[in-house]
């Protein structure tokens, strides 16, 4: 069964979505955050972004997690932003992504007003740069986060289930 990946940028509702989609689907849930080792989110803290460098082992824990879920299937968020980071998940097992994508207004409304979290909103011109959509060659689906999230979830999941009957 393929691990669905919730990506995204900050404030996509990756969180929202994807606890909401495992709970549907009776499969655990993972938030791609707890993955960060302490010195990344000390730098995203203090609105540095993250480079290549800094993602690469983070990707490579969210990868060792898709792959100990391979056969029984979860639920993982991960903002996933280019092609060569999905590339590392895909090498821990079958994935399927779904990308909630939006507006750059309704992102840095949603970041604004959230509390307790270390993405400050200062960050998310670098993540909207950096982003890089699905390609035809990635097994996945692309959102638009402006709909309600009971209609993503919705929507995600029938997606889902066309691609893995």
């Avoid at 990344?40 to 480079?51: E, F, Q, R, W, Y």
């Avoid at 604004?112 to 950096?130: E, I, V």
Wanted: net charge negative.
């Amino acid at each position: 069964m393929a691990v669905i990946v919730v990506m995204g940028v900050a404030g996509a509702g990756k969180s929202t979505i994807g606890t909401a989609l495992a709970g549907h689907l009776g499969v655990e849930y993972a938030e791609a955050d707890e993955f960060h080792p302490a010195s990344n989110i000390a730098k995203m803290t203090s609105g540095v972004p993250l480079t290549d460098d800094d993602r690469w082992p983070w990707l490579e824990s969210i990868a060792d997690w898709i792959g100990a879920h391979a056969g029984t299937g979860g639920v993982v968020t991960c903002s996933a932003l280019k092609y060569e980071y999905r590339d590392v998940l895909r090498g821990g097992g079958p994935v399927w992504f779904l990308h909630l994508d939006g507006v750059r207004a309704l992102l840095a409304t949603r970041m604004g007003g959230r509390s307790g979290h270390f993405m400050p909103p200062s960050l998310l011109d670098s993540q909207l740069a950096d982003l890089s959509p699905l390609r035809p060659d990635e097994h996945g689906y692309t959102l638009d986060i402006g709909a309600p999230p009971d209609e993503l979830v919705e929507a995600a999941i029938t997606a889902y289930r066309k691609d893995h009957p």
